[in-house]
């Protein structure tokens, strides 16, 4: 068996404890960045993605969905994860979120699909450790 295979087995985000080490420290930046001096534009930056988030025209559900299929689509993991959180703590279903990876996957492309696997382990993981 090579290394990578092996390697390749290994569950990526199955404990607990990974899920919480990416909110402390995503936490944890995000507070060095908001106490920087002078940080006008990213806290501004901040504000606007938090009152995007909120019901509207469109709910705070839908726009999670649409937040994570254009995370997907940029391929920008810390994005997915949070976006699948937020997902997850609306509750959204696995069936409503396989249809959300289809979607990211039809207009992204096959380049999603590494995303994609990784999404539904990170997933796997929110739903096992409610």
Same mark, same amino acid.
């Given at each position: 068996?090579?290394?990578?295979?092996?390697?390749?087995?290994?569950?990526?985000?199955?404990?607990?404890?990974?899920?919480?080490?990416?909110?402390?420290?995503?936490?944890?930046?995000?507070?060095?960045?908001?106490?920087?001096?002078?940080?006008?534009?990213?806290?501004?930056?901040?504000?606007?993605?938090?009152?995007?988030?909120?019901?509207?025209?469109?709910?705070?559900? *839908?726009? !999670? $969905?649409?937040?994570?299929?254009?995370?997907?689509? @940029?391929?920008?993991?810390?994005?997915?994860?949070? %976006?699948?959180?937020?997902?997850?703590?609306?509750?959204?279903? *696995?069936? !409503? $979120?396989?249809?959300?990876?289809?979607?990211?996957? @039809?207009?992204?492309?096959?380049?999603?699909?590494? %995303?994609?696997?990784?999404?539904?382990?990170?997933?796997?993981?929110?739903? !096992?450790?409610?």
């Amino acid at each position: 068996m090579s290394k990578f295979f092996v390697l390749a087995k290994q569950p990526v985000f199955k404990t607990m404890d990974t899920i919480k080490e990416f909110n402390t420290y995503r936490e944890r930046m995000n507070d060095k960045m908001m106490s920087a001096p002078n940080n006008k534009i990213m806290k501004r930056i901040y504000s606007l993605d938090s009152l995007t988030y909120q019901d509207g025209a469109l709910d705070t559900k *839908t726009k !999670e $969905m649409l937040g994570l299929v254009a995370s997907m689509v @940029l391929r920008c993991d810390d994005c997915i994860r949070y %976006h699948l959180q937020t997902c997850h703590e609306i509750g959204l279903s *696995t069936e !409503e $979120m396989m249809e959300i990876f289809g979607v990211a996957n @039809l207009v992204g492309g096959t380049i999603v699909i590494p %995303h994609t696997r990784r999404a539904l382990e990170y997933w796997e993981a929110l739903s !096992e450790n409610q």
